[in-house]
Structures are given as C-alpha cells and as structure tokens.
C-alpha cells in the first residue's frame, strides 16, 4: 500500500488516506488558457503520467473536443476515460458553481457554454465526475498544496499571463472565490477614475496597464515583434529595458497588492513561476509598492516568492481540487 497527503481544501492539514498498491488512481486535468487546451491524466500524488497541449481560441473550445482530446491522453496513460476518477476543467475566466462565467462584452467573451454552468455537460461527454474552477484559483491551490505556500497560513496566488493578470486566494486553509465567483479578479481593479471602459463593465480596470498595453508601449524601441513569452526570455537575458518594464509590471499590480495585504493580512503572495528568473523584476516591483503603501504591521508579515510549480500549478491544484472534494480512498483501480 502507499500513501499521499490529502489537499488541502478546509482549515489545516486533513489526514493521509491509503489506496491499494498497483496501478494509481488517474485524476484527469483539463488546463484552459486563451490560446490552448492542455490535456493531462495524474496521480493523486500530482505525479504526470501523460499529458498533451492542443491549441484552440478561448472561443471556439467545445465540449466534445475536450472530452476527445482527454479520452485520447488518457489512453496514452494506459486508462479509459471511465477509469478516471474524476476530470477538472481548468478556465480562465470567474466562474461560479451552478451559474457558470459572467457574460462579456462584444469582443471579451469566452465559449458560450460557459456561460451556464457546463458540468453537467462534461460529465455526460465523459462519463465521469467533472468539476469546474477558476485556473488562477486552482493555481494557488498548486502551490499551497504542492509548492510554496506549503505550510503556510494564508497566501494571495498572482497569476501573470500575456492577455492579462489574475489572483487566487487562500485564507486560513480555505479557497476564497467570493460569492459570485469573482474574488482575486485584480485585472478589473479600477486604478484609473478616467480611464476606458472595460468589458467588465467598470472603467479604468487595471487589465489596460498590463497586457497587450504593456507590449505596445515596449514594441517600439524593438524591431523583432513582441510576445510576452519573448519579453521574460529577453529579461532573463539581461535586456535592461525589459527588466525595467517587468519591474514596472510589478509595480502596477503591486498597488492593488498592497491593499489587499492590509484588507487580508496574507503570509505570502507566491508569484507565477512561468514567468522563470525574469519573475524576480515582477517580484521586485511588488515588494516594493507593498513597502511602501501597505500598513506597516501588514507590510512586515508578508513575503513575496516565485512560484515552485513553474508552470503546472494550475494542473497540481486541478489534483489537489479532486483530492478535496473526491473521496479516492474509496476507488481502487
């Protein structure tokens, strides 16, 4: 027999649970992002055994390819897509049980099936249990359960991305998603009282300062077009002006961040890891607006960290998510 912790998803540490040796209980994960699907069958442990991307726009994603692509990984991980314990589907949008993800403006929407809760409809495509969550909030609940946040109290999860920035936020143990799905969404924090509307409906949202924005204002000092994937590796490379940019983008989210460290009194604000060794000017930049505007006492108690799961946090938080709400002591495989 074998044993692996439980996640995390109540207050303190739950027990450890036992499973019959042999071949582990498969847990299938469904990781959504703008640009791509990424398919991947794990363990209970957070151990990968197959895994596959499939680029599709956030728009055009159906259910049915989804279950496709995850009956395909799982058989490449010797399981049938009914052996698996459960599939969470990770997205990058709020997203409240029941309900589904709030409906966009002309030209921000997601797949219209998410915008009614599409679990039922997973399920059905897959045979199995589905769940659903917010990817920024499943990505602090990888590194709570699996990576920096382990052992500790509370933590704020900053997801970074190119299209825009997100939060997960644990407090005492628990996955904070606010009653309608929207907590940790600090893209749609107003920090300008003039500025344009947004597709959330509020104005001077802080998704305009980061973002697509951040790479017009960069891409005309240099000739090679601009990614943000791009704009980490120059960073890493020791480019001075992205360094400085990313610093910049620190010092943007970390505004709101220190806000929320006198509102929360966090331990820890655990950073992206994809965003690599260039991360360390992002997490300079929010340290420093912290310092300086978040109450002293609140100030003191936090540390700002890169995350350890680099970028499968969201995937390990999809395992801990199962972990919490599946009782898999109780399926043998």
Same mark, same amino acid.
């Given at each position: 027999?074998?044993?692996?912790?439980?996640?995390?998803?109540?207050?303190?540490?739950?027990?450890?649970?036992?499973?019959?040796?042999?071949?582990?209980?498969?847990?299938?994960?469904?990781?959504?992002?703008?640009?791509?699907?990424?398919?991947?069958?794990?363990?209970?442990?957070?151990?990968?055994?197959?895994?596959?991307?499939?680029?599709?726009?956030?728009?055009?994603?159906?259910?049915?390819?989804?279950?496709?692509?995850?009956?395909?990984?799982?058989?490449?991980?010797?399981?049938?897509?009914?052996?698996?314990?459960?599939?969470?589907?990770?997205?990058?949008?709020?997203?409240?049980?029941?309900?589904?993800?709030?409906?966009?403006?002309?030209?921000?929407?997601?797949?219209?099936?998410?915008? %009614?809760? *599409?679990?039922?409809?997973?399920? +059905? @495509?897959? =045979?199995?249990?589905?769940?659903?969550?917010?990817?920024?909030? #499943? !990505?602090?609940?990888?590194?709570?359960?699996?990576?920096?946040?382990?052992?500790?109290?509370?933590?704020?999860?900053?997801?970074?991305?190119?299209?825009?920035?997100?939060?997960?936020?644990?407090?005492?143990?628990?996955?904070?998603?606010?009653?309608?799905?929207?907590?940790?969404?600090?893209?749609?924090?107003?920090?300008?009282?003039?500025?344009?509307?947004?597709?959330?409906?509020?104005?001077?949202?802080?998704?305009?300062?980061?973002?697509?924005?951040?790479?017009?204002?960069?891409?005309?000092?240099?000739?090679?077009?601009? %990614?943000? *994937?791009?704009?980490?590796?120059? +960073? @890493?490379? =020791?480019?001075?002006?992205?360094?400085?940019?990313?610093?910049? #983008? !620190?010092?943007?989210?970390?505004?709101?961040?220190?806000?929320?460290?006198?509102?929360?009194?966090?331990?820890?604000?655990?950073?992206?890891?994809?965003?690599?060794?260039?991360?360390?000017?992002?997490?300079?930049?929010?340290?420093?607006?912290?310092?300086?505007?978040?109450?002293?006492?609140?100030?003191?108690?936090?540390?700002?960290?890169?995350?350890?799961?680099?970028?499968?946090?969201?995937?390990?938080?999809?395992?801990?998510?199962?972990?919490?709400?599946?009782?898999?002591?109780?399926?043998?495989?």
């Amino acid at each position: 027999m074998h044993t692996d912790a439980v996640a995390a998803g109540g207050r303190g540490r739950p027990a450890g649970f036992l499973t019959l040796a042999g071949r582990p209980t498969g847990i299938g994960v469904l990781g959504w992002s703008f640009d791509a699907l990424k398919v991947v069958i794990a363990t209970p442990g957070g151990r990968v055994l197959a895994e596959h991307a499939h680029v599709v726009d956030k728009n055009e994603l159906r259910i049915d390819t989804a279950a496709e692509l995850l009956g395909t990984v799982a058989g490449q991980a010797g399981y049938h897509t009914t052996d698996l314990a459960c599939v969470v589907l990770g997205v990058p949008a709020p997203y409240q049980r029941g309900v589904g993800a709030p409906a966009r403006r002309d030209g921000f929407g997601f797949a219209p099936w998410l915008q %009614t809760d *599409p679990a039922a409809a997973l399920a +059905a @495509a897959t =045979g199995i249990r589905a769940l659903l969550e917010n990817d920024a909030n #499943l !990505g602090a609940l990888g590194e709570y359960v699996f990576g920096a946040g382990r052992d500790r109290h509370s933590l704020i999860y900053v997801k970074l991305a190119e299209h825009s920035v997100g939060a997960g936020l644990v407090i005492n143990g628990w996955l904070h998603r606010g009653v309608t799905g929207f907590a940790g969404e600090i893209a749609h924090l107003q920090i300008d009282d003039d500025g344009p509307l947004c597709a959330c409906g509020g104005r001077g949202c802080l998704i305009h300062r980061i973002g697509p924005g951040l790479l017009d204002a960069a891409q005309h000092a240099y000739d090679q077009p601009l %990614t943000y *994937p791009r704009m980490l590796a120059m +960073a @890493a490379d =020791g480019d001075t002006g992205m360094a400085r940019l990313l610093h910049d #983008l !620190g010092r943007s989210v970390g505004r709101p961040l220190a806000d929320a460290c006198t509102m929360l009194n966090p331990e820890v604000i655990v950073v992206d890891g994809a965003a690599g060794t260039a991360g360390r000017h992002i997490i300079a930049g929010i340290a420093e607006m912290i310092d300086r505007f978040a109450a002293p006492p609140a100030a003191a108690a936090v540390t700002v960290v890169p995350g350890e799961a680099q970028t499968d946090a969201d995937i390990l938080g999809a395992v801990a998510l199962a972990r919490h709400e599946i009782d898999l002591s109780e399926i043998v495989r």
